[in-house]
């Protein structure tokens, strides 16, 4: 059974950078696409960014510029490079998998493996 497990959370200052990594087991990521979504305390989980079995990405509009999915099948991981971050990007980042497409519509019947979450601070 797929399980997905995050990593690379943490503390920064606005204005740096972070990389989440997300690695699976269980299952191969080759033909799923993969997402990665956040909480911010007090609000609803919104879509940051996904990528589609082929590589086609789609960002949130508040990500578009900073953010980056990237996937490296050999290593069965999903990547989120945050540059420039800024205090409201902080939050419970969740990785999922599902479906080849790619949605950040929180909505969409896309994913149905997630992961535990891992915190990210941003200090202003």
């Known amino acids: 059974q797929l399980r997905l497990v995050e990593s690379g959370g943490g503390l920064v200052q606005s204005g740096e950078s972070l990389r989440l990594s997300c690695e699976a087991s269980g299952f191969g990521l080759d033909f799923l696409g993969l997402g990665w979504f956040r909480q911010a305390p007090g609000k609803e989980r919104e879509g940051v960014s996904c990528?589609?079995?082929?590589?086609?990405?789609k960002y949130v509009d508040s990500a578009k510029g900073r953010f980056a999915i990237s996937r490296d099948n050999d290593k069965d991981t999903v990547y989120l490079q945050m540059n420039a971050m800024k205090h409201e990007d902080r939050a419970v980042y969740f990785c999922?998998?599902?479906?080849?497409?790619?949605?950040?519509?929180?909505?969409?019947?896309?994913?149905?493996?997630w992961g535990q979450g891992t915190q990210v601070t941003v200090s202003s």
């Open positions: 990528i589609t079995s082929g590589g086609t990405t």
């Open positions: 999922a998998a599902g479906l080849a497409t790619c949605d950040i519509s929180v909505s969409a019947p896309v994913y149905n493996r």
